[in-house]
C-alpha cells in the first residue's frame, strides 16, 4: 500500500508496524504459534492489495458474482450445474495467468486482469459443506479481509450455515460486511423487496446498525442489461472502499484484527493473573498457617513448662520445710548419737534418703503433669500438619487446563499441586517424618516406638519421650549435686548454709527445667514446620517465575492496547 504522498499515514503505518514488531514479541513469549503466524500474515497483507473474501452457501451463485464483479474477458471462476469450489481460490493479478496449488486445500491463481491490479479475491467453499477443515481455512483468511461479502440466492437468503458463518465474523472479528442477493432475474419484483427487507432485518438483529444490500444478477450483467445491479454495487465499493481513503481503511480494518487479538490474549491473561493472585494468596495463607500455628504451640509449652516448674517448686519447697527440721542442731546430734550406739541412722543416710524421696516425688508428679499437658503440645503440632493438608485439597483453580493461550500453563500447574498433594499425604502417614533422631537422643532417652502410631500420630511419643528424658536428666542432675552436699554434711556445717546451698541448686533445676523444656519443644515445632514448608519448594518457584512472567506480560499488553488506542484516535482525526 503506497503511503509516500502523505506523511501523516506513513508515519501512522509505522507506528502499525511498531505495533506488530510488539505483538510478536508477544506471541512468541506466550508461544502462541498460532497467533504468531497471524501476525506475521498481517504484515504481508498490509502491503498487498484490498481483499474481498466471497462467502455463501454452495450453489448460491458465488462463481458468477466473481466472474461479474472483475468484468473479465473471460470466467475466471468455473461456472458449473454441480459444486466447483472445493478449496479456498485466492484470485490475485499477475502478468501471466498461473495457478499453483499452496496445499490440499489453498490455490493461488493469477491473471492479467486490471481489475485485480486493486483487489485480490478469496473465493470460499460453501458455507455448508461437509468437510470440516473448510470452515477452518476459511476462517484464517477473515483476519485479513478487507471486505466481505455474503452472497445468497435472491429466491432464498436465510440459509442456516451462512448466517451462523455471519455470526462467527461478527463476534470473532467485526468485520466490513455487505449482502448480495444473486440470481435477482429469477424472483419478481415483490418477492425480492421482500427478502431484501428480511436480509436487512436479520442483519440488524444480529448487530449491524445500517446493513448494506445489493440485489444483483450475474446473467443480466453478461447480457449488458443495465438493470442487473452491478453498477450500484461497484460505485459502492469505489467510492467507500476503492477510494483516495482505501490506504487510512485497509489500516483501521488491521487495527481492529489486531485490537481482536490482543484482546483475546488479554482476556486469558486476566485470568493467568487472576489464578496467580489466588495460589499467591494460597501460599501466604499456609505461610501464616503454619506461624499462627507455631505460636500457638509455642504458647502451649510455655504453659507446660510453666505448670511443671511450678509442680518442681511445689514439691521441693515441702522438702526444703523438712531438711531445715532435719538439720536443726538437736536433729544432727541426736542422728550422729543414734549412729554412733547402733540405735539408728546416721545423718548421712538419713539425708540420702530424703534424695531418694525427692527423686521418687519428683518423677512422679511431673510424669503425672507431663501426661496431661503433653497432649495440648502435640495436638497442636497435627493441627499444624491436618491444617495444611486441608489447604491443599480445597485449593481453588480458575486457569483452565483447555485455556486457548495458557493450557500449557494450567497443565504445568496442575502437575505441581498434584505432585504436592500426594507428597504431602505421604509425608502426614509417614512417622519418620515427625521423629526426631536427634532431639531424642540429646534428651538421653530411648527411641521411641514408632510402631504405636502412624505419621503425625507419633507426635505425642516422640514429645513425651523427649520430656520424659529430659525431667530425667534434669533432676538427675539436681538430685547428684544435692547427694554430694548432704554426704559431705557435719556437725561443722553450719544449717543456714547448708540449706542456703540446697536452695541455690533447687533454683536452678527449677530454671533449667524451663529453659530446656522451652528449647527442646520449641525447636521441635520448628523442625516439623520447616519440613512442611519445605514441600512448597516447587510452588514457590514457579510463583517466583510466574511475579516476573505476569510483569513482563502485563507491561508489554499493556504497552500494545495503549498505542493501539493511541492510533486508532489519531486515525479518526
Given at each position: 500500500?503506497?503511503?509516500?504522498?502523505?506523511?501523516?499515514?506513513?508515519?501512522?503505518?509505522?507506528?502499525?508496524?511498531?505495533?506488530?514488531?510488539?505483538?510478536?514479541k508477544l506471541t512468541s513469549a506466550i508461544e502462541h504459534e498460532a497467533y504468531g503466524e497471524l501476525v506475521q500474515e498481517i504484515e504481508f497483507y498490509m502491503t498487498s492489495p484490498f481483499m474481498f473474501v466471497i462467502v455463501g452457501e454452495v450453489k448460491a451463485g458465488k462463481s458468477s458474482f466473481i466472474n461479474a464483479l472483475l468484468k473479465a474477458e473471460r470466467d475466471i471462476c468455473p461456472v458449473a450445474p454441480s459444486p466447483m469450489t472445493d478449496s479456498i481460490q485466492q484470485i490475485i493479478y499477475g502478468e501471466e495467468e498461473?495457478?499453483?496449488?499452496?496445499?490440499?486445500?489453498?490455490?493461488?491463481?493469477?491473471?492479467?486482469?486490471?481489475?485485480?491490479?486493486?483487489?485480490?479475491?478469496?473465493?470460499?467453499?460453501?458455507?455448508?459443506?461437509?468437510?470440516?477443515?473448510?470452515?477452518?481455512?476459511?476462517?484464517?483468511?477473515?483476519?485479513?479481509?478487507?471486505?466481505?461479502?455474503?452472497?445468497?440466492?435472491?429466491?432464498?437468503?436465510?440459509?442456516?450455515?451462512?448466517?451462523?458463518?455471519?455470526?462467527?465474523?461478527?463476534?470473532?472479528?467485526?468485520?466490513?460486511?455487505?449482502?448480495?442477493?444473486?440470481?435477482?432475474?429469477?424472483?419478481?419484483?415483490?418477492?425480492?423487496?421482500?427478502?431484501?427487507?428480511?436480509?436487512?432485518?436479520?442483519?440488524?438483529?444480529?448487530?449491524?446498525?445500517?446493513?448494506?444490500?445489493?440485489?444483483?444478477?450475474?446473467?443480466?450483467?453478461?447480457?449488458?442489461?443495465?438493470?442487473?445491479?452491478?453498477?450500484?454495487?461497484?460505485?459502492?465499493?469505489?467510492?467507500?472502499?476503492?477510494?483516495?481513503?482505501?490506504?487510512?481503511?485497509?489500516?483501521?480494518?488491521?487495527?481492529?484484527?489486531?485490537?481482536?487479538?490482543?484482546?483475546?490474549?488479554?482476556?486469558?491473561?486476566?485470568?493467568?493473573?487472576?489464578?496467580?493472585?489466588?495460589?499467591?494468596?494460597?501460599?501466604?495463607?499456609?505461610?501464616?498457617?503454619?506461624?499462627?500455628?507455631?505460636?500457638?504451640?509455642?504458647?502451649?509449652?510455655?504453659?507446660?513448662?510453666?505448670?511443671?516448674?511450678?509442680?518442681?517448686?511445689?514439691?521441693?519447697?515441702?522438702?526444703?520445710?523438712?531438711?531445715?527440721?532435719?538439720?536443726?542442731?538437736?536433729?544432727v546430734l541426736k542422728s550422729s548419737f543414734s549412729s554412733l550406739t547402733g540405735g539408728g541412722k546416721s545423718l548421712k543416710d538419713m539425708l540420702m534418703d530424703e534424695a531418694k524421696d525427692l527423686e521418687l516425688s519428683l518423677h512422679t508428679s511431673l510424669k503425672q503433669k507431663l501426661e496431661s499437658g503433653i497432649t495440648d503440645v502435640a495436638e497442636d503440632i497435627q493441627t499444624m500438619g491436618r491444617l495444611v493438608q486441608e489447604k491443599i485439597k480445597s485449593r481453588k483453580n480458575i486457569l483452565a487446563k483447555g485455556d486457548e493461550?495458557?493450557?500449557?500453563?494450567?497443565?504445568?500447574?496442575?502437575?505441581?499441586?498434584?505432585?504436592?498433594?500426594?507428597?504431602?499425604?505421604?509425608?502426614?502417614?509417614?512417622?519418620?517424618?515427625?521423629?526426631?533422631?536427634?532431639?531424642?537422643?540429646?534428651?538421653?532417652?530411648?527411641?521411641?516406638?514408632?510402631?504405636?502410631?502412624?505419621?503425625?500420630?507419633?507426635?505425642?511419643?516422640?514429645?513425651?519421650?523427649?520430656?520424659?528424658?529430659?525431667?530425667?536428666?534434669?533432676?538427675?542432675?539436681?538430685?547428684?549435686?544435692?547427694?554430694?552436699?548432704?554426704?559431705?554434711?557435719?556437725?561443722?556445717?553450719?544449717?543456714?548454709?547448708?540449706?542456703?546451698?540446697?536452695?541455690?541448686?533447687?533454683?536452678?533445676?527449677?530454671?533449667?527445667?524451663?529453659?530446656?523444656?522451652?528449647?527442646?519443644?520449641?525447636?521441635?515445632?520448628?523442625?516439623?514446620?520447616?519440613?512442611?514448608?519445605?514441600?512448597?519448594?516447587?510452588?514457590?518457584?514457579?510463583?517466583?517465575?510466574?511475579?516476573?512472567?505476569?510483569?513482563?506480560?502485563?507491561?508489554?499488553?499493556?504497552?500494545?492496547?495503549?498505542?493501539?488506542?493511541?492510533?486508532?484516535?489519531?486515525?479518526?482525526?
Amino acid at each position: 500500500m503506497n503511503t509516500k504522498g502523505n506523511k501523516n499515514l506513513a508515519e501512522q503505518y509505522q507506528t502499525f508496524q511498531n505495533i506488530l514488531e510488539s505483538l510478536k514479541k508477544l506471541t512468541s513469549a506466550i508461544e502462541h504459534e498460532a497467533y504468531g503466524e497471524l501476525v506475521q500474515e498481517i504484515e504481508f497483507y498490509m502491503t498487498s492489495p484490498f481483499m474481498f473474501v466471497i462467502v455463501g452457501e454452495v450453489k448460491a451463485g458465488k462463481s458468477s458474482f466473481i466472474n461479474a464483479l472483475l468484468k473479465a474477458e473471460r470466467d475466471i471462476c468455473p461456472v458449473a450445474p454441480s459444486p466447483m469450489t472445493d478449496s479456498i481460490q485466492q484470485i490475485i493479478y499477475g502478468e501471466e495467468e498461473s495457478m499453483e496449488i499452496i496445499n490440499p486445500y489453498l490455490k493461488r491463481m493469477t491473471f492479467p486482469e486490471p481489475s485485480l491490479r486493486d483487489i485480490s479475491i478469496i473465493d470460499t467453499p460453501g458455507t455448508n459443506t461437509i468437510i470440516e477443515h473448510h470452515q477452518e481455512i476459511t476462517e484464517r483468511f477473515i483476519p485479513h479481509s478487507d471486505l466481505i461479502i455474503f452472497v445468497f440466492e435472491a429466491k432464498n437468503p436465510y440459509r442456516q450455515s451462512a448466517w451462523m458463518f455471519f455470526d462467527f465474523i461478527r463476534d470473532e472479528w467485526r468485520k466490513n460486511v455487505i449482502f448480495i442477493l444473486q440470481q435477482k432475474d429469477l424472483l419478481g419484483k415483490d418477492d425480492l423487496a421482500i427478502n431484501m427487507q428480511g436480509v436487512r432485518d436479520l442483519a440488524i438483529k444480529k448487530g449491524i446498525e445500517k446493513p448494506v444490500i445489493f440485489a444483483v444478477s450475474a446473467l443480466q450483467e453478461r447480457n449488458n442489461d443495465q438493470d442487473s445491479g452491478y453498477l450500484p454495487l461497484r460505485q459502492h465499493i469505489e467510492s467507500n472502499i476503492l477510494s483516495e481513503n482505501t490506504a487510512i481503511l485497509k489500516l483501521s480494518n488491521n487495527i481492529e484484527t489486531v485490537q481482536q487479538i490482543i484482546e483475546k490474549i488479554n482476556q486469558s491473561f486476566l485470568i493467568r493473573k487472576k489464578q496467580y493472585e489466588v495460589d499467591l494468596q494460597f501460599r501466604e495463607d499456609i505461610a501464616n498457617t503454619l506461624d499462627s500455628q507455631e505460636d500457638k504451640t509455642g504458647r502451649q509449652i510455655e504453659r507446660l513448662s510453666e505448670s511443671l516448674v511450678q509442680t518442681y517448686h511445689a514439691i521441693t519447697g515441702k522438702k526444703i520445710e523438712v531438711l531445715y527440721q532435719r538439720l536443726s542442731f538437736w536433729q544432727v546430734l541426736k542422728s550422729s548419737f543414734s549412729s554412733l550406739t547402733g540405735g539408728g541412722k546416721s545423718l548421712k543416710d538419713m539425708l540420702m534418703d530424703e534424695a531418694k524421696d525427692l527423686e521418687l516425688s519428683l518423677h512422679t508428679s511431673l510424669k503425672q503433669k507431663l501426661e496431661s499437658g503433653i497432649t495440648d503440645v502435640a495436638e497442636d503440632i497435627q493441627t499444624m500438619g491436618r491444617l495444611v493438608q486441608e489447604k491443599i485439597k480445597s485449593r481453588k483453580n480458575i486457569l483452565a487446563k483447555g485455556d486457548e493461550i495458557f493450557a500449557d500453563i494450567a497443565e504445568r500447574r496442575s502437575h505441581i499441586l498434584a505432585d504436592l498433594q500426594r507428597d504431602f499425604r505421604d509425608f502426614i502417614e509417614s512417622a519418620d517424618n515427625f521423629y526426631d533422631e536427634s532431639l531424642v537422643k540429646t534428651s538421653g532417652s530411648l527411641t521411641p516406638d514408632l510402631a504405636a502410631g502412624g505419621g503425625i500420630a507419633v507426635v505425642g511419643i516422640v514429645l513425651s519421650a523427649v520430656l520424659n528424658g529430659a525431667i530425667f536428666d534434669i533432676t538427675g542432675g539436681i538430685l547428684t549435686t544435692i547427694g554430694i552436699l548432704f554426704a559431705s554434711v557435719s556437725l561443722g556445717w553450719k544449717r543456714n548454709k547448708v540449706m542456703k546451698q540446697f536452695k541455690i541448686e533447687i533454683n536452678k533445676g527449677g530454671q533449667r527445667i524451663n529453659e530446656e523444656v522451652n528449647a527442646k519443644l520449641k525447636a521441635y515445632t520448628q523442625r516439623i514446620k520447616e519440613r512442611i514448608d519445605h514441600h512448597f519448594f516447587h510452588l514457590d518457584s514457579m510463583l517466583e517465575k510466574e511475579k516476573k512472567e505476569i510483569e513482563r506480560l502485563d507491561l508489554l499488553i499493556g504497552q500494545i492496547r495503549n498505542d493501539l488506542n493511541m492510533l486508532g484516535e489519531n486515525l479518526n482525526r
